[in-house]
């Protein structure tokens, strides 16, 4: 019994890295358009961060989902693509012109700058 779940698990295992190289090499990714049109249909605005985070990334995340219901989202460290970037790029502009569609022109500079404000608070106490 044992070895027939073995076999069934590593068939499974198999199929799946070959899904997954074949993905991998032909590029089948959802493009960041359809993705953002598909978050802002419904509702679930994301704003996606990568590289070294800045001491009060934390306190904005937290103003951003508990305000607006915006979630910050890492996707990556400091080491990316370029391709990563662009989509990064690409994805946070629509996002951020439909929160600012909704919730004014000034609503993420605000937001930030109280964030480092908050921060700074925080540090002297």
């Given at each position: 019994m044992v070895n027939l779940l073995t076999i069934k698990s590593l068939k499974i295992m198999r199929i799946f890295v070959v899904l997954l190289i074949l993905s991998i090499s032909f590029g089948c990714s959802i493009s960041p358009k359809n993705e953002v049109k598909h978050d802002i249909a419904n509702n679930n605005l994301k704003i996606r961060t990568f590289g070294y985070p800045v001491a009060w990334l934390g306190e904005y995340a937290r103003l951003l989902k508990s305000r607006l219901n915006v979630e910050l989202v890492p996707v990556a460290g400091c080491v990316v693509t370029n391709k990563l970037v662009e989509d990064v790029n690409r994805y946070n502009t629509v996002t951020k012109s439909e929160i600012k569609r909704r919730f004014g022109d000034?609503?993420?500079?605000?937001?930030?700058?109280?964030?480092?404000q908050n921060y700074e608070k925080s540090r002297l106490h």
């Open positions: 000034s609503i993420l500079d605000d937001l930030e700058k109280e964030a480092k």
